[in-house]
């Protein structure tokens, strides 16, 4: 009888180790708490979309992908000890940033000096990808989204005099860093500029200063719950420039917190709803399946970012310098939401910059921008 029980347990074992060794961990982390949630959770679930169609469709050489995620709540301390948790207790293959720049800045360093390739879904601020040679982004960078959002303002929307509100992190600061640079290339007027705390709700005396000012265009940072005091009080003030944001209001918080006054807002971002591609509108379709709201780019890009590093591990398999050059590889992939991506430039990939406006309550293709000299980079 022992002999028997020994024998079922060496069994047991053994069966868990080739379990283990089918299936394929790749981590992410994203902010499930605090008041970034709405994105954290939005950037979960485009990955976990990403995962079950992988999974479905055979996994990656018949082997299943599981998706080991934590919470950061937006605290670069809490993505650092998530990282570290990654590599030394779940051993991932690769890992996957679904938060904000200043938690992405803090796990990438861990990421890059243990050796595990990390790619950011969105976070935009230069300084995470010269972290090193095992970190890259799938989401557009600073300088990037910096520069077509000047482009738009001046070359499309004819913007002479513009006021600059910027939400002081690394966020706001490196996008407006770069608007404000090209815009004055351009030959625009910069009338007005200022900068503001993360989590601000009260703008109405900011933007009294600016209504003095009088610009035609408004650019103004933020995430959902700022833009979305800005664009209301603005209209309550009687502002009637275009205002013009980023991808941090691209989500339906947004326009449910601004109601009436999102209408006519025009955003850069990543995601464009009105794609005929085939892959944008089953990931739209299945997101609002499961979320019960439409999808913003925060999850397509996290669902591409799992697309980048499976088909990463596929072509190169586990080993960390390999699965780097493979992404650096990357030329004209299509089965991604938030593409197509030409290549991968500087561990950037680069693909078109699009624009959307609020109209009957949601949002829809303004604009997109091919031209090398927008999408590229500068530093590049």
Do not use: C
């Not at 080991?68 to 301390?77: E, L, M, N, R, S």
């Amino acid at each position: 009888m022992r002999k028997l029980a020994l024998g079922l347990l060496v069994l047991a074992l053994v069966g868990f180790s080739v379990a283990a060794e089918e299936t394929i961990k790749i981590g992410f982390f994203s902010p499930l708490t605090g008041f970034a949630a709405a994105d954290g959770h939005a950037a979960l679930t485009g990955a976990q979309i990403a995962v079950d169609f992988i999974n479905a469709a055979g996994g990656i050489d018949g082997k299943t992908i599981e998706l080991i995620y934590y919470d950061d709540a937006v605290k670069a301390d809490q993505a650092s000890a998530i990282a570290r948790k990654l590599i030394e207790q779940h051993h991932v293959v690769i890992a996957i940033s679904g938060s904000y720049s200043t938690p992405t800045r803090a796990a990438a360093k861990i990421f890059q000096e243990a050796g595990v390739p990390m790619i950011s879904a969105y976070a935009i601020h230069p300084s995470i990808i010269e972290t090193g040679d095992l970190i890259f982004r799938v989401g557009m960078g600073a300088p990037v989204e910096g520069v077509a959002g000047a482009h738009l303002a001046v070359e499309i929307l004819g913007a002479k005099k513009i006021a600059v509100l910027t939400m002081d992190n690394d966020f706001g600061v490196s996008l407006s860093k770069w608007f404000v640079k090209t815009a004055r290339e351009l030959g625009a007027e910069i009338v007005f500029e200022k900068k503001f705390p993360l989590g601000e709700r009260e703008f109405r005396a900011m933007l009294a200063q600016v209504r003095l000012k009088n610009p035609d265009l408004i650019w103004a940072t933020g995430y959902y719950g700022e833009a979305a005091a800005i664009v209301s009080q603005a209209r309550e003030l009687g502002i009637t420039a275009q205002i013009l944001g980023q991808e941090g209001y691209d989500s339906p918080k947004f326009i449910e917190l601004a109601g009436d006054a999102s209408e006519g807002v025009i955003i850069v971002t990543d995601l464009n709803r009105d794609s005929e591609r085939e892959i944008v509108q089953k990931f739209l379709a299945e997101y609002e399946k499961r979320a019960g709201h439409p999808a913003d780019m925060v999850a397509a890009s996290a669902f591409d970012a799992v697309k980048v590093a499976a088909y990463a591990i596929s072509v190169a398999g586990t080993d960390p310098e390999r699965i780097a050059e493979a992404i650096n590889g990357i030329r004209h992939m299509y089965d991604v939401v938030t593409g197509p991506f030409y290549a991968f430039l500087g561990r950037e990939a680069i693909r078109p910059v699009e624009v959307q406006v609020v109209k009957g309550g949601e949002f829809h293709f303004f604009h997109t921008f091919y031209e090398p000299w927008i999408i590229i980079p500068p530093e590049l």
